[in-house]
């Protein structure tokens, strides 16, 4: 296996362009999702989605305890008038421990010699299963396609060994694409360099077990400026198998309580009957 | 930035990284904002005070760059005993005449000396007392100094007086910016200039489109003049200019006044001969004094061996200009019937022009329009899809417009360079053939061209004798009959004449018809006969300056004035900011990039008094352009509205001037028509907000090119506008709901964006809410909407008479657009000219103001 | 299904066996992977992907057509055709990087919007007619020689000497190239065109 | 001079303005070969109701983006939660043909073919239902392609394929002698055990998500599942009892589903006391309300099943409310999970909570041996 590959997306770096919604709109010729004005900030894309593989969050706070101040915040969040505007670039987090991957029935989503989770849409049959178990809400089922999808970390480019369309054309780096490994270290140096700096609320999120032991670590990490929530991340995903081992049990003594039960319930009535 | 120029701002956010400070200043909190350190919401329409306020600090608390300013700028020099600043008279210049509307700037003048500005004149108001008629040619080399920069009469002294009154507290007052912001600005800003650090100046349209757009970056320059910031690494202004090729249409100007390489339109004022124009326009001293060479090769290029020594090089049958002819003058012209045949190509002035309606009526007046574009836009359509048309106003069957639509190349269907923003050149390939009827502008024109040129030849009229003349034989290649771009470059970049060998540079161009050039500015793309705008060595394989990469006018030098990166001696100020620097050993200037300086010219060599020519260049000289070689702190001719910035109000504001009596710029371009009306200077009742525009990431400009791709549509899917939740309440505006703004001009409606990225400002006692309008929308597209131009109003900057459209005032009510009938469909009765609002200027001003045009 | 009567043939087994083989479960048991996730479950499809522009050759070079930045763009053709643009990790300006409008050029470029007709609209007209190039070249040229001729002025009101028409008028430039603006400022020029405009006013 | 009129009429903006795929590409001038150009698009696109404009006061403490899904909203159809009614019905009946194949002796013979044939129209039934939720119905073998222990619907697939051939062997050939009746006989025994399972694992198809509802009830749901399944075979079996006998042991396997359903719904309700948030679609709303239909429908049920003689009406009308509880809690939890996927802050405050990975005991191995990584070439 080739190095994890795998993204980490800085939003402290971001300036809401779009380019990465759009680069990979065009490198995967996906259709739109059609013109619908949401009034949330620039955000009218609103979420992943099936034609959708990369959504840019905007999400503008007034920041009441710096009114007035014009302290400059050093990680350039232009608060000088007590306010700011987050942005985040969302994606498939290709997980180390994939909801999606885990709960495909078809084998249509697989991981690959990258580490990435893909999904191949000759084998997707639609069921859907993977939409409902995707923790953080990425893949989904275009419904005039009948098929699940979601970013592909780009396995096309990635077999050619090219980058992403998304993390190449982000015109400030705020997508930084590479080996899971060596990003995971530039993000902790970035991270001590802006809490150094003093920048309010940033974290990193889901750069390995340790930070998200739901997942087992992201491939596709973040840092954040604020909590997750904020950016509609959740804050302690887990993937759903790992409470499956419980339900199956819980399964498991149903089953074997109706069996029981239907067992007495013939027995009663041989016995009756014989008697 | 981040907003409209994204991959620029890659440079920025790294800077950023590298530990530079942001500022950011709008009226909108915006993506670039979100980004920046310190963020300044300003008023629209008062940066000249803002950056006052801040030029009067540096000044105050001495804290310019002392050596730079000496050794680089005009501080030291002495100006006119008869020259009246702004401070004593109540917001005006001496020179005022108030029966031309107009001043005349002979007291603006040097002690001793005249000047010519840089590159001539390039408008017509540059008749008595600019330098056209040159009353005072006595060589910049006479010019009156004082070193000691106490003498009353110097521009540094000048300087001071003249921003003396743009306090913090003014600047509070006139921006609505605290007063605590301003100092952390400030102290910033200087802690990041001078000797070691520079600080670099960003700007657009946010700046350049007021009636006051020039004077806004005159006050910039100013400012980095006085804290070393010119010429030098990581500093500068950086015009953040539009097109593609914005820069390539201004250097090869597809416009009026001026000729490629900024060569003025020849004008009545002229006379009949070549000589007369050189006189006009040719500085004894600086590089201008080149200036016989550029346009004898120009003509040579354009009418071959018909151009003569003998007959002028056919000077004397060029058309000459007798007013303002730019654009929103002739589109005023064309809507009171006067042009009857228009071409457009590449451009949508149904949408992107101010008083989108009075540009349509314009259309609809017109007897034949051509329209190149790549895609269908509202000024194809103008007579079948514009709001009054939709609205029932006007009937397609009544328009008599006959229009033509040819469906254009795109940019990967032709060859050809485009300059950026940078003034670099680059050569495109071509990847594929245009679909169908499509044909690059270059093949139309040429192709136009050719018949046109026949009837000329047919015709034997003295009238066509330049059409006859026309050297038009450029190769055409493929099934196409494509003509050749190269070929087109290489005489753009000029050969030797009768034999057509490349000529390596403007070096080389002579005034004797050896030589024929297209745009000597851009002399040396073709060196050696190479395509040196086709050259793409990897940017990673070369220095920062990337010098073989594309090529840079002129000469391929990457940052205009570099001689100022190093000190008097030719050694950088500071080794973190080297650039280019003498090398006593080889007696050459040297460097990163091509020194902006004669090559051998000695750090030490000064121009003797009264020397002209190129020995008027001293080894000091920074600004070679110049006449006098020197940074114009203070700007004693080319500009028609006053040597120093001075802050006016824009056209339609909500305050009075708090600094002048003035209220406006009073050399501002007016269109007094009852389809253009104007609101009152200031406290319109009926308008009481103000109102400007702007641009989305995700839109280009009036969406020919947008608003057909469902990728960039879905993103911002709909008009709509910017208000801050104060205004929402205010209005009774709901999120997301309709909202209706109006001007005298016109009303649109859009969905409100109420958000707190806008806030209301406190301005002399009062608070001023700002509405902000994106104007990319038309009705043609994937997208549709509203567009922002019709609320606009021709109003123009003086100079370069560029619109307002970052300043005006406007109304804002719930709900959707139910207006009335369109202004600029009222009939044809001529009415009488609305007579303006007296409060815009002082009585001594008078009324009599040039207007471009008026309605028949 | 009823089979009987039609015996499997040896090529209908060796068919079925071949299915078989790749029917992943059996992979998986080969392989005693528990969960397929890997490879086990991949396609032929998803084992040959590749990008599509591996065997489009050597890129164009080319130039963003938006804004004045000038971003670098890399053109792929394949069969005539564009296959992808996007940025050109070379230039020293953009660095591969593009901004969405530069990103969406494709579409820009291939998008069924664009118009292949020269479209004539009559005085009065409703509707948009096609006319053939060539033809409508001649009419515009017809007309700019008429519109010339009858407002061609040689001396101003006023009697200075002017040798231009006023009743023609060009705008645009800024979107394109410097060879056309060239030759168009020289035609004009000599028509006795001045005015010619572009972006660079407003 | 005018143009004479080409007759060929330029298609006019207004069908170019007309959205088809949102790609739009001109096949002579471009290719259209990424991953995605393979999406089948319908025009016009229908507007996703979330993205209405909305203007949400910045809470500092518990914020949303927008009030936005943080998940996606479960994609399948109604078909779904009729499938899991039919498989449960089906899974129970299986599981009680073979106990009275077993251990009920020939009393139990018509009652054991009765659970057959209701079994298998289970099976077939719950296989068509299925297959109409898929997006690509033409591609359901793939269900079988793998076999994803991880998957509870891989699970599933199998069960209900397996199940399904059991079934079919053993009604096809269960009651008949020689070595085909053994076949038939296995079958039903096997079907029995499938059956156990099948009623079983569609409460872990539900539970092993993302949704936060059903993820807290994971317990609660596979019971709730046999038991509301019991309840329902036992409803329609009693309904064609012709034996006391029969109608006894459908009578008790019934009300011990029913039971069990109501006691696992009770705990349901509690299984989230950190965020109310999580259960709140149980309580609230319309799902709120199909909810306690269920419950007390079922209890309904139970009730007029179990009280002294009973007439045919009162068996039937108790087999109805049984019938109705149970489809109504199917449809409950179905319509719950939405709502509680639709709602951002049951994520958000049922993990802060520590309903997320906190609770694990054990964080689950991030490189799971089992999910060893197959290289590719
Ligand atoms: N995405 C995108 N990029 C583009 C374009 C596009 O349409 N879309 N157009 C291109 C073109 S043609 C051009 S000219 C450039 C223009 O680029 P910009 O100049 O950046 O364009 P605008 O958004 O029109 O204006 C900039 C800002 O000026 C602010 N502003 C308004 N009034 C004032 C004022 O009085 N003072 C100050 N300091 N700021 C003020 C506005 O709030 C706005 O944020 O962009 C180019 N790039
Ligand atoms: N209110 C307000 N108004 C403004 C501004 C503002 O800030 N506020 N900004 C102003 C500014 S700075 C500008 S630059 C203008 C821009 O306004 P316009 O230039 O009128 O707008 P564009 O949409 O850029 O128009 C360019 C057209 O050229 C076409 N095109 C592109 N390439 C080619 C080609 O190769 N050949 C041909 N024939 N056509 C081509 C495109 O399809 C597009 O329709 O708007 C101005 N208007
Ligand atoms: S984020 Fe969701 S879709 Fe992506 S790999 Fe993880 S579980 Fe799968
Ligand atoms: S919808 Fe497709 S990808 Fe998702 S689980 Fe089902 S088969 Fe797998
Ligand atoms: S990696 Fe590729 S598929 Fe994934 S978001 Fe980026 S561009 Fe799209
Ligand atoms: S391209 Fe980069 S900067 Fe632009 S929105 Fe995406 S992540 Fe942010
Ligand atoms: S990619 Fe964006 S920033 Fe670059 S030239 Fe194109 S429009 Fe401008
Ligand atoms: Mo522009």
């Not at chain 2, 109006?742 to 707190?756: K, N, P, Y």
């Not at chain 4, 993205?51 to 914020?63: G, K, M």
């Not at chain 4, 039971?259 to 149980?282: F, K």
């Not at chain 4, 405050?349 to 990584?373: I, N, S, T, Y």
Request: a positive charge.
């Amino acid at each position: 296996m080739t190095a994890a590959k795998g993204f980490f997306t800085d939003t402290s770096l971001c300036i809401g362009c779009k380019a990465c919604e759009v680069a990979c709109k065009q490198w995967n010729q996906l259709p739109a999702d059609g013109l619908h004005f949401t009034g949330n900030s620039y955000d009218n894309t609103g979420h992943l989605g099936a034609s959708t593989w990369r959504h840019v969050a905007f999400v503008e706070q007034t920041l009441p305890e710096a009114l007035g101040s014009i302290e400059p915040q050093g990680a350039g969040n232009g608060s000088s008038f007590g306010m700011r505007w987050l942005m985040e670039s969302d994606v498939c987090k290709h997980c180390q421990r994939a909801g999606c991957l885990e709960a495909c029935p078809t084998g249509a989503i697989v991981r690959t010699e990258f580490d990435s989770v893909y999904v191949q849409p000759d084998v997707c049959n639609g069921c859907g299963y993977c939409v409902v178990a995707c923790p953080f809400g990425v893949i989904d089922r275009r419904d005039d396609d009948g098929r699940a999808w979601k970013c592909t970390l780009c396995y096309d480019r990635l077999s050619d060994g090219m980058t992403p369309a998304c993390a190449k054309h982000c015109p400030t780096e705020s997508i930084q694409f590479g080996d899971v490994e060596e990003l995971r270290i530039r993000a902790e140096r970035r991270l001590e360099e802006l809490q150094a700096r003093g920048v309010r609320g940033a974290q990193l999120y889901g750069q390995d077990a340790r930070n998200q032991p739901g997942t087992g670590g992201l491939n596709a990490f973040f840092l954040l400026l604020d909590r997750p929530e904020v950016y509609n991340l959740p804050p302690d995903p887990v993937v759903p198998t790992a409470k499956g081992r419980e339900s199956w049990t819980f399964a498991g003594l149903a089953a074997a309580g109706m069996f029981f039960t239907a067992m007495a319930g013939a027995l009663l009535a041989r016995n009756r009957s014989v008697r | 930035m981040a907003e409209n120029h994204p991959v620029g701002f890659q440079w920025v956010m790294e800077a950023r990284e590298r530990g530079a400070t942001i500022i950011h200043v709008d009226p909108r909190f915006t993506r670039t904002s979100a980004v920046a350190d310190i963020h300044v919401p300003i008023r629209p329409g008062t940066d000249i005070a803002w950056l006052g306020g801040l030029i009067r600090h540096v000044l105050e608390e001495e804290a310019y760059f002392k050596e730079y300013v000496l050794a680089f700028t005009n501080a030291p020099v002495i100006v006119r005993e008869d020259f009246r600043d702004t401070e004593d008279l109540d917001g005006l210049f001496s020179g005022w005449n108030a029966q031309e509307g107009k001043y005349h700037v002979d007291s603006w003048q040097y002690e001793g000396a005249g000047t010519i500005p840089a590159a001539g004149h390039k408008h017509l108001p540059a008749d008595a007392g600019a330098g056209a008629d040159a009353p005072d040619k006595r060589p910049a080399t006479l010019q009156e100094r004082d070193e000691t920069l106490r003498h009353p009469r110097c521009v540094f002294q000048i300087l001071r007086r003249h921003f003396s009154r743009y306090t913090p507290e003014m600047v509070e007052q006139i921006c609505g910016v605290p007063r605590a912001l301003f100092a952390k600005v400030a102290e910033t800003l200087i802690r990041n200039s001078r000797r070691e650090r520079t600080a670099a100046f960003c700007y657009a349209v946010g700046w350049t489109h007021h009636s006051v757009g020039v004077q806004y970056i005159r006050t910039a320059s100013i400012l980095q003049l006085l804290l070393g910031n010119m010429g030098r690494p990581g500093g500068g202004i950086i015009a953040l200019r539009g097109h593609a090729s914005i820069q390539g249409s201004t250097d090869i100007p597809t416009l009026f006044n001026i000729l490629p390489g900024y060569l003025p339109m020849p004008t009545t004022k002229h006379g009949g001969t070549l000589a007369k124009y050189i006189q006009g326009n040719r500085s004894p001293t600086g590089w201008w004094s080149e200036f016989p060479k550029y346009i004898v090769s120009l003509l040579r290029a354009w009418f071959g061996d018909a151009a003569t020594k003998e007959n002028d090089y056919l000077w004397g049958e060029l058309p000459r200009l007798t007013g303002d002819h730019s654009h929103m003058t002739t589109v005023a012209d064309m809507a009171d019937g006067k042009v009857p045949g228009y071409f457009v190509m590449g451009e949508n002035p149904a949408v992107g022009s101010p008083n989108a309606g009075l540009q349509r009526k314009g259309l609809r007046n017109a007897k034949w329009v051509v329209v190149r574009d790549l895609a269908m836009i509202e000024t194809a359509e103008f007579w079948k899809s514009a709001p009054e048309v939709q609205a029932g106003e006007v009937r397609p069957e009544d328009i008599q417009t006959e229009v033509f639509f040819f469906p254009a190349a795109a940019h990967t269907e032709k060859e050809g360079t485009f300059t950026n923003t940078q003034r670099l050149l680059q050569w495109r390939e071509k990847a594929e053939e245009p679909p169908g009827n499509a044909r690059s502008e270059l093949h139309f024109v040429f192709h136009l061209g050719r018949r046109l040129i026949e009837k000329a030849r047919a015709s034997g009229k003295e009238r066509d004798l330049l059409l006859r003349s026309l050297v038009w034989d450029y190769p055409t290649q493929g099934k196409l009959q494509e003509p050749s771009a190269e070929a087109v470059l290489a005489e753009i970049n000029g050969y030797t004449w009768p034999d057509r060998n490349p000529v390596p540079g403007y070096a080389e161009l002579k005034d004797d018809g050896s030589t024929a050039c297209g745009c000597w500015i851009y002399s040396g793309c073709f060196s050696g006969g190479v395509n040196q705008t086709a050259r793409r060595k990897p940017g990673r394989e070369q220095s920062w300056v990337a010098p073989e990469w594309g090529w840079a006018w002129p000469a391929n030098r990457r940052v205009l004035y570099n001689r100022a990166s190093a000190d008097l001696e030719g050694k950088p100020w500071s080794e973190r900011k080297r650039l280019v620097w003498w090398d006593a050993a080889k007696r050459r200037w040297t460097g990163e990039d091509v020194p902006d300086i004669i090559a051998d010219r000695d750090p030490a060599y000064r121009a003797p008094p009264g020397v002209e020519g190129l020995a008027s260049i001293g080894g000091n000289t920074a600004f070679l352009m110049q006449s006098d070689g020197l940074g114009w702190l203070y700007a004693p001719t080319g500009l028609i509205d006053g040597p120093l910035p001075t802050h006016y109000e824009p056209l339609e504001s909500v305050v009075k001037n708090a600094l002048y009596g003035q209220q406006c710029n009073p050399t501002r371009l007016e269109y007094r028509r009852r389809d253009n009306r104007y609101h009152g200077a200031y406290d319109d009742p009926a308008y009481p907000f103000v109102l400007t525009t702007f641009r989305l990431t995700e839109h280009h400009t009036a969406g020919g090119m947008s608003r057909w791709l469902w990728w960039l549509c879905e993103l911002q899917p709909e008009m709509f506008v910017e208000i801050s939740p104060e205004l929402a309440r205010l209005r009774g505006i709901t999120h997301g709901g309709w909202a209706t703004v109006s001007t005298a001009r016109g009303a649109i409606e859009a969905r409100a964006l109420v958000t707190a990225r806008l806030r209301p400002l406190q301005i002399q006692g009062k608070t001023v809410h700002t509405i902000g309008v994106p104007w990319h929308w038309g009705t043609v597209g994937r997208s549709t909407g509203a567009s922002g131009n019709e609320l606009l109003a021709l109003v123009a900057d003086p100079n370069v008479s560029i619109m307002e459209s970052k300043a005006l005032t406007a109304h804002i009510l719930p709900g959707r657009c139910d207006r009335g009938r369109h202004p600029s469909t009222l009939g044809p009765t001529p009415s009488p000219l609305e007579p303006g609002d007296p409060r815009r200027d002082l009585p001594q001003v008078g009324t009599k103001r040039p207007m471009p045009t008026q309605e028949p | 299904m009823p089979v009987r009567g039609r015996l499997p043939t040896i090529a209908g087994v060796s068919t079925l066996i071949g299915r078989l083989e790749s029917w992943p479960l059996l992979r998986q048991l080969r392989r005693s992977d528990p969960c397929a996730v890997g490879d086990t479950a991949a396609t032929e499809r998803t084992r040959g992907l590749r990008a599509r522009i591996r065997d489009a050759g050597k890129p164009v070079r080319s130039v963003c057509p938006y804004c004045a930045v000038g971003c670098g763009q890399k053109v792929y053709v394949k069969e005539g055709k564009i296959a992808d643009i996007e940025g050109d990790e070379d230039s020293p300006i953009s660095r591969g990087r593009l901004c969405p409008k530069g990103a969406a050029s494709f579409q820009l470029v291939t998008g069924d919007h664009r118009i292949r007709d020269v479209l004539y609209r009559p005085p009065g007209g409703t509707q948009w007619d096609v006319l053939p190039l060539e033809k409508a070249m001649d009419m515009v040229a017809d007309r700019v020689w008429r519109t010339r001729e009858e407002t061609w002025e040689d001396t101003a009101p006023n009697g200075e000497r002017v040798k231009r028409t006023l009743g023609l008028a060009h705008l645009g430039g800024a979107t394109l190239d410097n060879e056309e603006n060239y030759l168009l400022k020289k035609l004009y020029t000599a028509l006795g065109v001045v005015q010619v405009e572009n972006q660079a006013r407003i | 001079m005018t143009a004479p009129p080409n007759p060929v009429p330029f298609p006019g903006p207004a069908e170019l303005e007309r959205p088809t795929d949102g790609r739009e590409v001109d096949p002579s001038l471009g290719l259209l070969q990424g991953e995605g150009a393979a999406q089948r698009v319908r025009t016009p696109e229908p507007h996703p109701g979330h993205l209405a404009p909305t203007h949400v006061e910045a809470d500092a403490r518990t914020p949303t983006y927008y009030g936005l899904p943080v998940l996606q909203q479960p994609v399948w159809i109604r078909t779904i939660p009729v499938y899991l009614f039919v498989g449960g019905m089906a899974g129970a009946a299986s599981s009680l043909g073979a106990a009275s194949l077993v251990a009920g002796g020939p009393t139990l013979e018509r009652l054991e073919n009765r659970c057959r044939a209701l079994g298998l129209a289970g099976d077939l039934a719950g296989s068509l239902l299925l297959i109409a939720d898929l997006g690509r119905p033409e591609r359901f073998l793939n269900m079988l392609r793998v076999f994803r222990p991880t998957s509870p619907m891989s699970m599933g697939s199998w069960i209900l394929a397996l199940s399904g051939a059991a079934n079919t062997a053993g009604f096809l050939f269960g009651s008949r002698r020689g070595p085909l009746g053994a076949l038939g006989r296995v079958g039903i025994a096997a079907g029995g055990g499938l059956g156990a399972l099948l009623a079983g694992y569609t409460g872990v198809l539900l539970a092993n998500t993302a949704i936060p509802l059903w993820q807290a009830a994971r317990r609660e749901l596979p019971v709730l599942s046999v038991g509301s399944g019991m309840a329902s075979a036992g409803a329609v079996l009693e309904l064609f009892s012709d034996s006391g006998a029969s109608r006894k042991v459908t009578h008790w396997y019934g009300s011990v589903g029913k039971v069990v359903a109501i006691g696992a719904m009770l705990v349901m309700q509690r299984s989230a006391p950190r965020a109310p948030r999580v259960t709140e679609p149980l309580r609230t709303g319309a799902t709120g309300l199909l909810w306690r239909a269920g419950l007390v429908l079922t209890a309904a049920g139970l009730v007029a099943s179990g009280l002294g003689n009973k007439s045919r009406a009162r068996e039937r009308l108790a087999a109805g409310l049984t019938l109705a509880g149970a489809l109504a809690t199917r449809l409950a939890v179905f319509h719950a999970g939405k709502r509680s996927a639709r709602d951002p802050r049951a994520t958000f405050e049922g993990q802060r909570a520590g309903m997320g990975a906190a609770e694990l005991r054990r964080p689950p191995d991030p490189k799971p041996a089992v999910f060893k990584l197959p290289v590719m070439r």
